[in-house]
């Protein structure tokens, strides 16, 4: 049994740290004998730690770093959420392996020494790609779970006005919607709210 860590982007926005926490449970909802932790690479969004609290889901672990493995002894197995350059990812990922990818950008400098699970869509979140593949496994998510990844997904597609938002994107947001008992984008709209008008500069 192995101790796989799920990581999304340095800097992280409110898509990249739900990818990874919603990935990881999703993961482990599949029971494959491993155990996958979510991880983070910066301080957490206002938003995502209001949602994570309100719902009771526990905040990732911050890593700063993956060390070189000891003689003997495995590399640090990871899957990338949300980001697969290098430039954007965990410092010492050379000294891990990275097993699986899931993300919804371009594919950049991304070389892997073994077959990974790669799962790269166009649509607006990567979190609308994590609700696609709990359908694809047929794992129904908790309501925890859907506000989390509603929340992501709002957040990265700016409420569903952003060009890259997609007709999946629209679906998914109307379905968890109605799960959740709210308008998709009013909810949306709290989220942004909870950032604050502070924690922007004007270039930003």
């Not at 993961?27 to 969004?45: I, Q, V, W």
């Not at 965990?90 to 950008?105: C, T, Y």
Request: charged letters at 25%; a negative charge.
């Amino acid at each position: 049994m192995s101790n796989i860590l799920v990581l999304g982007h340095q800097n992280p926005d409110n898509d990249a740290i739900m990818s990874a926490v919603m990935f990881a449970q999703l993961k482990n909802a599949l029971n494959d004998g491993n155990t996958y932790e979510p991880c983070r690479l910066g301080p957490l969004p206002k938003e995502t730690a209001l949602v994570l609290e309100k719902w009771g889901i526990a905040e990732p672990r911050l890593i700063e770093g993956i060390e070189p493995a000891a003689e003997g002894e495995e590399r640090q197995q990871i899957i990338l959420t949300d980001h697969n350059e290098s430039g954007q990812s965990v410092p010492g990922r050379e000294n891990a392996s990275v097993i699986g990818l899931v993300d919804h950008h371009r594919i950049g400098d991304f070389e892997t020494a073994q077959p990974p699970f790669v799962v790269v869509l166009p649509w607006g979140s990567s979190c609308t790609v994590i609700s696609y593949l709990f359908d694809a496994y047929g794992i129904e998510p908790t309501d925890a779970q859907v506000a989390c990844l509603l929340a992501a997904m709002m957040t990265d597609t700016v409420m569903l006005k952003s060009p890259t938002t997609t007709d999946v994107d629209r679906r998914f947001a109307a379905r968890w919607g109605e799960r959740l008992g709210v308008d998709p984008v009013e909810y949306g709209k709290e989220i942004f709210k909870s950032r604050g008008s502070g924690d922007f500069t004007p270039e930003q």
